[in-house]
Nanobody, 123 residues
Framework: QVQLVESGGGVVQAGGSLSLSCAAS????????MAWFRQTPGNEREFIAG????????FYADSVKGRFTISGDIALSTIYLQMESVKPEDTAIYYC????????????????WGKGTLVTVSP
């Protein structure tokens, strides 16, 4: 089993920046990638960024490309999401996830989820 705990959520003004962290514990060598997702009420959980263990390849949703940066430590036991130039539409619960991720395509299969952290962007 893997436990994921997010931190760093809060309220930020539009145009500002915020950094999220996710710490993994347990069988941290059992997954090949980690990712951030977000979800708003009434909508499906949306992939926004992922990073692989073997090559540290990164993948982004078009909605955040150029504004958000995912990174991780060498053991991929902690990942970060640096959010820049945030917009009100970035308001959501942000979830950390771990599982399979392909280094070439970014295709993924999530096995573990954190409980989420709320990010609110004020106009």
């Amino acid at each position: 089993q893997v436990q994921l705990v997010e931190s760093g959520g809060g309220v930020v003004q539009a145009g500002g920046s915020l950094s999220l962290s996710c710490a993994a514990s347990g069988r941290t060598m059992s997954y090949s990638g980690m990712a951030w997702f977000r979800q708003t009420p009434g909508n499906e959980r949306e992939f926004i960024a992922g990073i692989t263990r073997r090559t540290s390849a990164t993948f982004y949703a078009d909605s955040v490309k150029g504004r958000f940066t995912i990174s991780g430590d060498i053991a991929l036991s902690t990942i970060y999401l640096q959010m820049e130039s945030v917009k009100p539409e970035d308001t959501a619960i942000y979830y950390c996830a771990a599982g399979y991720m392909d280094d070439a395509t970014g295709n993924y299969g999530i096995e573990y989820w954190g409980k989420g952290t709320l990010v609110t962007v004020s106009p």
